[in-house]
């Protein structure tokens, strides 16, 4: 991995999408924080609406020029807050990828939880920041 000057120190956001009917507050986010890359922690990139489903979001990224990821290993299987990855063994370098993606540009780490407080993302942007050092802004 490549040092960054802190002076151009890119950032982990996180967002949940919730009970969200369309997509303006995402949009609003990804202009205003120059997001380059989503990167979707939900374990399975599916939801109650299919706007949310990963094959969606994967679309309006594209037509934005921002790359999606899909990082299902970053998912949730404890059905709360509390982190617990679908395979232990893979999140350590699920999290390199994405340190190495975020070398490039912010990224935001999107889940279905909107309160991050009671999401796994937060974990996984604190593990995250561990490994880079890089601010984290939890987006409402």
Request: proline fraction near 3%.
């Amino acid at each position: 991995m490549t040092n960054q000057s802190n002076s151009t120190k890119n950032s982990i956001l996180t967002f949940g999408y919730g009970n969200r009917k369309d997509y303006d507050a995402f949009l609003s986010y990804i202009e205003e924080f120059n997001i380059a890359y989503v990167i979707d922690v939900r374990l399975s990139p599916r939801a109650w609406t299919r706007r949310w489903y990963g094959c969606a979001i994967e679309e309006l990224c594209a037509s934005k020029n921002i790359r999606y990821i899909s990082k299902a290993s970053l998912g949730n299987i404890s059905g709360s807050h509390y982190w617990i990855p679908p395979k232990k063994d893979e999140v350590e370098e699920s999290l390199l990828e994405v340190a190495e993606v975020l070398e490039t540009g912010n990224v935001l780490l999107l889940c279905a939880e909107m309160d991050s407080s009671r999401c796994h993302r937060t974990e996984v942007a604190n593990k995250l920041q561990k490994i880079t050092s890089a601010p984290i802004k939890h987006l409402k």
